[in-house]
């Protein structure tokens, strides 16, 4: 039923008022936003740039690098730059506080940092402040996550909000060494602040490590900005590398105890240690005096240094003879008084000025490493046929290129004889050049080349490729492994090379090798003494140095690994058996007692102590060391060395276990209780408050002479008695 008071007549006029209304509010609303995307545009264009933001890319976890045994040598950790936005704390009302709280914080920063004083850190702030500065830098060097977390908990700072307390971080990964130097120019290193490897493995296996970048869009909402991931980043995988953590530390310790001794003085030094079979580097030790007189690793001479060799080269120049068949090891020399003319020069061995060795059989001429002995018979039977004998060293493989995993690296240099367009005369070769040549001169192999071709004889004629990366893995599995490489199956005859092995067996049983032998195994090996060209200068421009080497390999009657060491010095005494030598005998020594297993029950009586006692200190390292040793100390925190911070605590014993406890440790403008600790890790905790230390006896922390709570400052000293 339709209601009498309804008027269809009216009922257009409306719908057309509505209508035109309608119209009016659409055409407003284009004039309004054809306004706004002309006139108006670079307005709303620059608001839409700080609400949104495109195709913004996400930065994927770089892998780390692993020892042979997996234990961690670099990873990346996060580092903060601290920051204060006055002007939103001045929009949250914060800033009231202020004036309350500046001393308190000011005397925080002090405690935190304290080589800028509590007054300086206030004026500075203030200064901040006045200004309204959105980006006010606290600290001006990047800080790691505890100092970051220590500065959190100042006044104001500690609100939590941002955008209420104007506290803010710029996050940033560094790259760590777990071990410090250790084999710090092989592993390699990155740019602060950048995300460019620049040297070792970490420049070589960069593709491998950096992983996949992600992509995000970023809106803002309300005062917050949410970020929409498009394409999730792919985590760099990790690199399982050939080092032994404790054989690179026993390599490098050896190694500079040698360089530091008052009658070596070295310039610097190299060692490297190879297991035979697999070409797998043990440990590669690159040290260098500085500025300063301490030794560092500043470039990585084991891979790049093209030198002279020396005197270790002298076994590829018979071993050609002997490969040949010119001379066998019956071939007798006439070495004389220790001088011989050579083509208008003279040919000396070391000891010219006590008569010379005289008549010497082949093998003898290596024996006592006789530089006459060894360039009378290579130039003997090769001086008018100089190509065949650098040819036979070619075939020895000491100038393959080992294709390293370092850019700068470089193969052997060793020349060939060239005639000249007519045939007849040689155009870069001399009279002298080969007898030079075969006992190590004017020729430039590396010690990585040196030590592949003496580890080949070692392993019975097979020739591996050096390897410093076994696998790349990712989430425990490996994706890619690096197998070992085969250069030449047999670098010489099988004759040839047995006579070799026991021809350098008995350089360090009965030469002048003996000073790398073990009274426990045999070693075999070759000493070198070379002096060291100036270039343009000659030998003796500026005084003589030297270069040093003894390459070998031991145990000699069933080779397990290969070793280098070189060490180069300024004047005499200088002698490779004496000084590489002893270098070389400690490594082996170290190596071999290391590789000895022994079941523990063999070593349990009556009196013997079956649970071991655990200092106070880092117990990320006392967990590592207790479970290798079959224990399980049930820690009450979760922690690795992946993390990069030391875990502070102590052991506590009972029912035959043993429990890790974490404890909190003195802020850092405190003195930290050091009492029970041993010697690294009290010394680290106190230094790395910018306090100087001084110890007096061994074994863990009994007294410290600054008590535990005092406020400390920068270049104090503490001294800590040991028991």
């Known amino acids: ?14 719908f057309s008022c509505l209508a035109i209304v309608i119209t009016l509010a659409t055409l407003v ?3 309004k936003a054809t306004y706004m995307m002309t006139a108006q545009r670079d307005y709303w264009m620059a608001v839409a740039k700080r609400v949104k933001f495109d195709s913004l890319p996400i930065q994927p976890a770089r892998g780390n690098i692993l020892s042979c045994d997996g234990q961690l040598m670099v990873s990346s950790l996060p580092e903060y730059k601290l920051f204060i936005d006055f002007q939103a704390m001045h929009d949250s009302k914060t800033d009231t506080l202020w004036p309350k709280k500046v001393d308190s914080i000011a005397a925080g920063l002090n405690a935190i940092f304290p080589e800028m004083p509590a007054a300086k850190f206030k004026e500075h702030l203030e200064e901040g402040r006045k200004k309204m500065s959105r980006h006010w830098q606290i600290w001006p060097a990047r800080v790691n996550y505890n100092t970051y977390a220590d500065v959190r908990l100042l006044p104001i700072f500690n609100i939590g909000n941002k955008y209420k307390s104007g506290f803010y ?4 990964n560094a790259r760590k060494h777990a071990y410090g130097s250790l084999a710090e120019r092989t592993l390699g290193d990155m740019y602060k602040g950048k995300d460019t490897a620049r040297c070792g493995l970490e420049q070589y296996y960069d593709s491998v490590l950096r992983g996949k970048k992600g992509i995000k869009h970023r809106r803002k909402v309300l005062r917050s900005f949410l970020d929409i991931i498009d394409e999730p980043a792919v985590d760099g995988a990790d690199i399982v590398t050939t080092i032994d953590v404790g054989i690179q530390d026993l390599a490098e310790r050896a190694l500079l105890q040698e360089l530091r001794e008052p009658d070596v003085n070295g310039n610097w030094g190299v060692a490297i240690v190879m297991e035979v079979k697999t070409g797998d580097v043990k440990a590669i030790v690159n040290m260098e005096k500085c500025g300063d007189g301490q030794y560092r690793e500043r470039q990585n001479r084991a891979v790049s240094n093209l030198m002279e060799p020396g005197s270790v080269f002298k076994t590829a120049s018979i071993m050609v003879a002997l490969d040949d068949g010119v001379v066998d090891t019956t071939y007798r020399v006439n070495t004389a008084g220790g001088v011989w003319p050579m083509y208008g020069r003279e040919m000396r061995d070391h000891n010219w000025r006590r008569g010379g060795y005289g008549m010497l059989t082949l093998p003898q001429t290596l024996m006592v490493s006789s530089n006459i002995g060894v360039s009378r018979i290579i130039d003997d039977h090769y001086r008018n046929y100089p190509t065949k004998f650098v040819e036979g060293i070619h075939r020895l493989g000491l100038t393959d290129d080992l294709h390293l995993p370092f850019y700068g690296s470089s193969p052997a240099k060793v020349r060939f004889p060239q005639l000249d367009k007519r045939g007849k005369q040689y155009v870069n070769w001399s009279k002298t050049t080969l007898p030079w040549m075969s006992i190590g001169y004017e020729t430039q192999v590396p010690p990585i080349s040196t030590l592949t071709f003496y580890n080949a ?5 097979k020739m591996v490729q050096p390897r410093f990366v076994k696998a790349a893995m990712k989430d425990g599995k490996v994706v890619k492994e690096y197998p070992t490489v085969v250069l030449r199956q047999s670098i010489c005859k099988k004759k ?12 360090v049983s009965r030469g002048l090798g003996k000073k790398a ?42 080779p397990r690994y290969s070793c280098i060491v070189c060490i180069q010095k300024r004047g005499l005494p200088a002698s490779g058996g004496g000084m590489s030598g002893k270098v070389f005998h400690d490594i082996a020594e170290g190596v071999m007692a290391q590789s000895l297993k022994l079941d523990i029950k063999d070593a349990r009586d009556e009196t013997s102590v079956v649970q071991p006692e655990v200092k106070s200190g880092n117990i990320l390292a006392a967990d590592y060391v207790l479970s290798q040793l079959g224990y399980n100390p049930r820690p009450d925190w979760n922690g690795s060395y992946a993390n990069g911070n030391p875990i502070w605590g102590k052991a506590v014993n009972g ?31 106190i230094e790395s408050r910018g306090v100087r230390t001084k110890l007096y006896g061994r074994g863990k922390v009994e007294k410290q002479s600054i008590a535990p709570g005092t406020h400390i400052r920068k270049g104090q000293w503490c001294t800590l008695n040991l028991r």
């Open 1 to 14: 039923m339709s209601s009498s008071k309804f008027d269809h007549k009216k009922t257009p006029q409306r």
């Open 517 to 558: 032998g073990s009274p426990s195994f045999k070693v075999a090996g070759k000493t070198g003494t070379a002096q060291v060209s100036q270039g343009k200068g000659g030998y003796k421009s500026g005084g003589v140095s030297y270069l040093l080497s003894f390459a070998g390999f031991f145990p000699a009657d069933n």
């Open 169 to 172: 971080t710029e996050d940033n």
């Open 29 to 31: 609303m284009l004039g």
């Open 496 to 507: 040839t090379l047995g006579e070799i092995q026991t021809i350098l067996e008995h350089v």
């Open 655 to 685: 029912n035959g276990h043993i429990a890790l406890e974490r404890e909190k440790i003195a802020a850092r403008g405190q003195m930290p209780d050091v009492t029970g600790m041993g010697a690294r890790d009290a010394v680290f905790l």
């Open 457 to 461: 004889i070692a392993n019975n004629g």
